[in-house]
């Protein structure tokens, strides 16, 4: 938190704090899910001004309880942080909108710098560790952003430790690439409780060094890869390493 915090970056969960989906890996709690709160796009602008932040990330619980799984309420929060903090860099952690274009539509529409959505795993391991998600449906939000605005940055993040072949990622890698995915981050999956699912094994951290070079290889501009990344890690670093390849 202190890292982030020392370079003006901060990451804000909207919508409640509760999911729709039981993600086995996940803390997250199911539970009662009211409507979104109407001022908490204004709010989440004023407390990133307050803290003075020059990256700000926004992600949320799954709502697919609602009928555009809450994109407007995304599009709505970018729209008053950017009106707040016209210089701010504004990257989005969307969830998949069950595949609904429309929904994507309404949150690049907001012109967000960075479109990011986690694949989380390996194909394979998706019955078991994401059973309310599909992979092929996750790489399709990523391509199909890319094909709305070209412009935005897209980012995708990956667990170790779930019990994933190394071929397994080797072919997750490129198929992100293939989806257009510009930044990764590769971290350690922690167990959250005895209730979810078990570690798998502990990577080390030359391995980490190990698949960024690997992902580095394959197409991505941008990686960060170690046993404490996770998804808005040096966040603002990885846009400005992808931008300057660009330029």
């Known amino acids: 938190m202190w890292e982030c915090f020392s370079r003006h970056t901060s990451t804000f969960l909207i919508m409640g704090p509760n999911c729709t989906r039981n993600c086995r890996f996940c803390a997250v709690e199911q539970g009662p899910l009211g409507p979104p709160d109407p001022e908490e796009p204004a709010r989440v602008a004023e407390a990133a001004r307050e803290m003075k932040l020059k990256y700000v990330v926004i992600t949320s619980v799954t709502r697919d309880d609602l009928a555009d799984g809450g994109a407007s309420h ?6 008053q942080v950017k009106n707040k903090i ?9 969830p998949d909108f069950l595949g609904d274009e429309k929904a994507l539509n ?3 529409e907001s012109s967000p710098d960075v479109l990011n959505h986690n694949i989380e795993t390996v194909s394979r391991l998706y019955p078991s560790v994401r059973p309310e998600a599909d992979y092929r449906r996750s790489l399709a939000v990523l391509m199909q952003a890319k094909k709305i605005n070209t ?13 994933e072949l190394s071929g397994e990622v080797e072919e997750t890698l490129k198929d992100l690439v293939k989806a257009g995915c510009n930044m990764l981050t590769i971290g ?3 167990q959250p409780s005895k209730k979810h699912i078990e570690v798998d094994r502990f990577v080390s951290p030359e391995e980490f060094d190990g698949w960024r ?3 580095l290889e ?6 960060a890869s170690g046993p404490f990344v996770r998804s808005s890690y040096h ?4 846009y400005q390493g992808v931008l300057s390849n660009v330029s």
């Open 106 to 108: 309404i949150v690049m």
């Open 213 to 215: 070079k690997t992902a």
């Open 188 to 190: 350690q999956y922690l």
């Open 235 to 238: 966040a603002k670093e990885l």
């Open 86 to 94: 016209p210089d701010a860099l504004v990257e989005i952690l969307i």
């Open 151 to 163: 412009s935005v940055f897209t980012k995708s993040g990956l667990m170790l430790g779930l019990g």
């Open 218 to 223: 394959t197409g991505f501009s941008e990686v």
């Open 74 to 79: 995304f599009a709505e929060t970018v729209r």
